[in-house]
């Protein structure tokens, strides 16, 4: 298991507030953070399968956690747990294709598994 940045997106000011939307179930999940020069990022994720926010202090990838970019964590465990849960519901192929996704903003983390993210400046 490996974290890496996402290539292709700004930077993000991870000091800032930000804001969590979700539009349905499996649908697409927006986090809203400032980048680097305080303009304000939407980050949207399509086909989300799992989202979870911790404190920083509970992540506990945080030794490899670079705090001014969005980040992919590769071979990732949460993932493999989510897999076998959807196996065990007789859905072994629901995670085929995502990604597990990382946001420190501030003092929590933001982490999704989906099959897509884009951003857009507001």
């Not at 349905?24 to 809203?32: D, L, N, Q």
């Amino acid at each position: 298991m490996t974290i890496e940045p996402v290539q292709g997106l700004p930077g993000i000011n991870s000091v800032t507030d930000y804001k969590l939307l979700f539009i349905e179930t499996s649908g697409p999940c927006i986090v809203e953070i400032n980048d680097s020069s305080y303009k304000r990022v939407a980050v949207r994720f399509g086909a989300v399968r799992a989202i979870r926010v911790l404190a920083m202090d509970c992540f506990i990838f945080y030794q490899g956690l670079a705090r001014h970019s969005i980040q992919e964590v590769i071979d990732s465990p949460w993932i493999e747990e989510l897999r076998s849960a959807a196996s065990r519901m007789g859905q072994p192929r629901f995670l085929d294709g995502t990604h597990h996704f990382v946001i420190p903003a501030y003092d929590d983390v933001i982490e999704v598994v989906a099959k897509r993210l884009e951003w857009s400046y507001l």
